[in-house]
């Protein structure tokens, strides 16, 4: 684990991304509606729309890793992108639907429930990117999303807030989801490596790469937007 001026780094590759998307990046993990979790002033209507539409989400987000082991070229990547599958579908999954049935959502309902736009834009923005491209093209449409969201974790968890959203804050924050960061991070670390040389800078693919990632973390921005309006 490496810590950086209290910010943690999951990896090169996602350091120097991170930074080259500054100002989306911020936007994302510093949110109203993340700021609003952190002091418990989010409402909870807009929390529980959130995760209505974060089941949905992770629905497609479930079929975008595994479309992760189809791109993959090596037997590690393969693996890793079926742990990552099976952690959503019989893990992360379940606390939206157990927090959503402690107010009377049930699953059937959930997984009925109308997608927003927002939702359609960046599902099918990262599942187009593994269509159309290949592993490293998905890696970056998926790693805003993986790494944020242990990034915000760890942020909140620090403030140690008297907040409602404490268990959604403590997955995040947990040491099971840091793990799967750190590890997400060493796999693009070598798939890049693999794929882009010593000096992926320096690589042609590279902006390209940083730009995908750039348009992820705006579209994680936009899903706050549409969580916090309800």
């Known amino acids: 684990m490496r810590v950086d001026k209290g910010t943690q780094v999951y990896g090169a590759t996602f350091s120097a991304w991170r930074a ?3 100002e989306p990046w911020q936007a994302y993990t510093h949110h109203a509606f993340v700021e609003g979790l952190k002091d418990g002033t989010l409402p909870r209507a807009a929390y529980l729309n959130y995760l209505v539409q974060d089941y949905v989400f992770l629905i497609h987000f479930s ?7 189809t791109k993959a070229e090596t037997v590690e990547e393969m693996r890793f992108g079926a742990r990552i599958v099976d952690a959503l579908l019989n893990e992360e999954i379940a606390l939206h639907v157990a927090t959503c049935a402690a107010e009377g959502i049930d699953e059937a309902t959930l997984f009925a429930a109308p997608e927003a736009m927002e939702n359609i ?7 187009d990117a593994g269509h159309s491209g290949d592993f490293l093209d998905l890696l970056a449409a998926l790693m805003p999303c993986v790494m944020g969201y242990g990034e915000i974790g760890l942020r ?4 140690k807030c008297d907040t409602p959203y404490a ?13 799967v960061c750190y590890e997400a991070g ?10 882009l040389g010593d000096v992926p800078q320096d690589s042609p693919r590279w902006a390209a ?5 750039a348009t992820a973390t705006r579209l994680e921005v936009s899903f706050w937007d549409m969580g916090l309006a309800g």
């Open 167 to 179: 268990d959604w804050i403590s997955t995040y924050a947990g040491a099971d989801y840091q793990q």
């Open 20 to 22: 080259e998307a500054a």
């Open 209 to 213: 790469l940083s730009h995908r990632f």
């Open 63 to 69: 079929r975008a890793w595994a479309l992760a082991v």
């Open 121 to 127: 834009a960046y599902t099918r923005y990262v599942l």
């Open 156 to 159: 909140l968890a620090a403030a």
């Open 186 to 195: 060493a796999l693009l670390d070598a798939a890049i490596l693999r794929r």
